[in-house]
Every structure is written in structure tokens, then in C-alpha cells.
């Protein structure tokens, strides 16, 4: 895209535009691109689909998200158009995610997407993958995850004080999109081992994240007792197990990986690691859990019994990004399930398809049904 000149700039109608957006109220409280006739045609072309091919519809609101909609949004957003195929990419992957198409978007917790970036498009669009990488200063990172976010507020009318029922919501919300680092990671890029090689998003819904500053020990045990602390804190739990993964910078991922350690093998670990004793629970009130996954203050019971944070090992994202300076990951602590079924980018004339990432994703039996009864 060739930026215009200072000549054809005409501030004081740009000014314009973004204050009837605002009066319009389609912008999340900072300024939004207007979405003109030429500039969603361009999206439109970069993706190569039809302007009213239906992508998702969420049914207590009776709304659906068209192609067209969500080029509406990624252009306001401020996405290049050259983006747009990542944010389908995105939205498709967040809509094969089971609590997307129920309360997701509205829940008293405020969950956030995560979406992570494979292939070589996050070259090619400039998608940060190392230092800083949940922070701000990367046009495409920055504007892929609000298009999302003003898809939701825009397409489904869900927005803070209306429809959306967040108590406190999370800091970054909408903003956490990042690449993996695959030229430092040990494994194979994330889409990758869960059957959708090259240009693909991987998402979620977040609650939160928190990190994990280790850089003294050499010891694998060590560090991943470390993770397994912060995993298993008693806070996050409501129901009998929480869903958590980890963000691992290169320094932590590579010392693991030295030591054998697969991508597998780290969230086994963790899954058997993770966790609380009843004691340490009921000190909470949340040593017992009812018929429906509920946690509530129990009658006196062994109080050194290990409880598990982890359900299934095969439910833990495990990716690499950041930089190699220092010995700092996150723990990323997701809203509910994660259905493990990243999307291929496709873009205006590529033969990829849906279907093809679909049947290549990775199967994950018991990962869905481990905490689908503790469903928000």
C-alpha cells in the first residue's frame, strides 16, 4: 500500500470521520479508520470470498457475521488489507471455539481472544514474534486483534455496560495477538503439530495471563515447577479443573528441549504437576466440587490429597515467542476448553481450504468432553 502524500491530506474531514464514529458509537474508545466504499472492496479482494458468505451467527442475539462485516471492521480497525486473510483466519478459528458460539462474549469474566500467527506471513505482513511481544508497537499484532474486538461490538451489538457483562474484563483486552518465534522455537510451529502446516492462526478465548520470571536455574524440573505453581494457584478455579497454557520464551523453551523435553512431554508434566492439596483448598473454600464441576467449602476430608488443575495434558497450548534476553514466559489461563483446531490463511486465489485444515487438525479425544461440563 503506497502511503498518500501531505499534499492530498485533508485533516479537518478526517477529524470529521472519526468523531461520527464515535457518535455512532462503532469504535472500542480509540479513533477508527473510516470504512469507505473503495477501501472494503480491497479487503474484499485480498480474501478472494464472497462479500455475504455467513461465518458465524450467535443465536441469543440473533446476529451473524458476514465476510463483509468483518471487512467493515478490519478496515476500522486499521488492519492493511493485505491483513484481512489473517482476520478471517482468526475469526474462524475463535468460531470453531465452543464458548464463542454460546456466553463467551459476554461473560462476567471478560475473556479476551489469543490468537497466535504461523507461517511465513508473519514475515510478510511484519507480525512481531520476539521481544515485546504482548505489548504494544506492531501495526498488523495491534489490528488484527481489534478487528476482532470490534466485530463482536459491531456485528453482534455486544459492548461494556449493554450486552457485555464483564466484571472487571482483562487488561489487553482485544489486543493479544502475536507470532510464534519459529526460527528460535525447538519444535515444530504450533499449527504445525496440531495438523495445519504453514499460514495458520491458532485461537482461544483468555482470561488472563501471568508471567513467570525463572532465569537462574538450569534444571528442567526446576523451571517447570515453576510454571506449575503459578498453574495451579487456587484462584482461578471455579470449577473442578481450570484450562491454562504456556507462552514460552526461547530461552525456556530451547533449556527444556535440550533436555528432551517435547512439546507433549512439557504440558504431561505440567498436568501432573499443577495443582493444589485439598488442605490448601479448603483453606479457600474450594476443597469439593458437585455433580456439575462446581467448587464449594466440603466436609473434613484427606487433607494432603493432590488435586489436579489440569484435566487433559492434550487441552495445554504450548507455544514459543518473545525474545532470548532473559528467562521470562506466561502462563496464559484460557476461558474454558480449547477445541486445538487452528485455521489455514487463505488468501485471494490460494487452493488451501477449510475443510483440508479441518481433517488435518490433530484429534484431542477427551480434551472437549474433560471440561465440558464445566462450561461458562
Not at 469507505?36 to 479482494?45: I, M, Y
Not at 458476514?66 to 478490519?74: F, G, P, Q, S
Not at 526446576?222 to 487456587?234: C, E, N, V, Y
Request: charged share 20%; glycine share 10%.
Amino acid at each position: 500500500m503506497t502511503a498518500p502524500t501531505a499534499g492530498r491530506l485533508d485533516p479537518a474531514a478526517a477529524q470529521d470521520a472519526i468523531e461520527y464514529a464515535y457518535a455512532q458509537g462503532w469504535t472500542d474508545g480509540l479513533p477508527a479508520v473510516p470504512a469507505t466504499r473503495e477501501l472494503v472492496d480491497r479487503f474484499l479482494a485480498a480474501a478472494g470470498r464472497p462479500a455475504d458468505e455467513v461465518l458465524s451467527h450467535l443465536r441469543q442475539v440473533d446476529r451473524t457475521v458476514t465476510v463483509e462485516l468483518l471487512a467493515i471492521n478490519a478496515a476500522m480497525a486499521g488492519c492493511l488489507p493485505e491483513y484481512f486473510p489473517v482476520v478471517l483466519a482468526a475469526w474462524e478459528a475463535l468460531a470453531r471455539e465452543r464458548t464463542t458460539g454460546g456466553g463467551g462474549w459476554q461473560s462476567t469474566s471478560g475473556p479476551a481472544p489469543l490468537i497466535i500467527v504461523n507461517g511465513p506471513v508473519r514475515r510478510e505482513l511484519g507480525f512481531n514474534g520476539t521481544g515485546g511481544v504482548f505489548g504494544p508497537g506492531f501495526r498488523p499484532n495491534a489490528t488484527v486483534a481489534r478487528a476482532i474486538g470490534l466485530t463482536v461490538r459491531n456485528a453482534y451489538g455486544i459492548r461494556p455496560h449493554e450486552l457485555e457483562q464483564a466484571t472487571q474484563g482483562i487488561p489487553g483486552r482485544w489486543s493479544i495477538c502475536l507470532a510464534e518465534n519459529e526460527e528460535e522455537s525447538p519444535w515444530a510451529p504450533l499449527a504445525e503439530d496440531l495438523g495445519v502446516p504453514g499460514d495458520a492462526v491458532t485461537s482461544t478465548l483468555l482470561r488472563t495471563s501471568e508471567f513467570v520470571d525463572n532465569r537462574h536455574t538450569a534444571a528442567p524440573e526446576q523451571l517447570l515447577a515453576d510454571f506449575a505453581d503459578t498453574i495451579g494457584r487456587s484462584g482461578p478455579w471455579i470449577f473442578r479443573h481450570a484450562a491454562a497454557g504456556l507462552v514460552l520464551c526461547p530461552e525456556h523453551a530451547n533449556l527444556l528441549a535440550q533436555a528432551g523435553f517435547s512439546r507433549a512431554d512439557v504440558a504431561a508434566w505440567l498436568a501432573e504437576h499443577s495443582g493444589r492439596t485439598t488442605g490448601q483448598l479448603a483453606a479457600v473454600g474450594k476443597d469439593r466440587s458437585n455433580e456439575n464441576g462446581v467448587r464449594f467449602p466440603g466436609e473434613p476430608a484427606d487433607p494432603d490429597e493432590f488435586q489436579r488443575t489440569i484435566a487433559d495434558p492434550a487441552s495445554m497450548i504450548i507455544a514459543v515467542a518473545g525474545s532470548r534476553n532473559a528467562g521470562i514466559s506466561m502462563v496464559v489461563r484460557y476461558f474454558a476448553d480449547w477445541s486445538g483446531r487452528p485455521v489455514a490463511v487463505r488468501a485471494a486465489g490460494s487452493t488451501t481450504t477449510v475443510a483440508a485444515a479441518e481433517d488435518g487438525a490433530r484429534p484431542r479425544p477427551g480434551a472437549a468432553a474433560a471440561l465440558t461440563a464445566e462450561g461458562r
